[in-house]
């Protein structure tokens, strides 16, 4: 009976511990009404966190590419990259810094279907614009809904 009592006071504890970790949760909503939801878990330890495009309901696409040093010379390819929002998490001191970002693609498939007889190495590259900065005071609760330049809304929670 006592060691279920134990394991029954350690249940609780762990948790309570869950519950109380430190967390940053957002949503942001695109102009076209593409909704992408993320949720931060941050340690004591936490340094800094890149979400890249966050996963949503437009899936990323598939781009062409081409390299030129291939064993055989040309050796067209094909990459996929994502687009939309994302966000940069980075610790400054007894704050942290939230910036939110876009991830765009520049395309270089109308090129590489031109190529015939010169070879240039040509690839898709990802672009990412830097749309709006927030600071965020470690252990003090902040709640905050914006409209960015974009068109993006925004709105996040983080609790300590």
Not at 19 to 47: C, N, R
Request: glycine share 8%; charged share 20%; aromatic share 6%.
């Amino acid at each position: 009976m006592n060691n279920r009592l134990s394991l029954y006071a350690l249940s609780i504890c762990l948790s309570t511990a869950a519950q109380g970790k430190e967390t940053l949760e957002l949503e942001i909503v695109t102009p076209s009404g593409h909704s992408y939801q993320a949720q931060q878990e941050l340690g004591g330890d936490f340094e800094s966190y890149d979400s890249g495009a966050i996963a949503g309901e437009v899936p990323p696409r598939e781009y062409q590419a081409i390299r030129c040093d291939g064993p055989w010379g040309a050796m067209k390819y094909r990459l996929i990259l994502a687009s939309g929002p994302g966000y940069q998490l980075r610790s400054r001191g007894d704050g942290l810094v939230l910036q939110i970002v876009e991830h765009s693609v520049i395309s270089e498939d109308k090129t590489i279907a031109a190529m015939s007889v010169h070879c240039i190495d040509t690839q898709p590259r990802q672009v990412v614009k830097s749309l709006h900065e927030i600071e965020l005071e470690r252990g003090r609760v902040a709640t905050q809904k914006l409209q960015l330049a974009n068109g993006y809304r925004l709105e996040y929670r983080y609790t300590p």
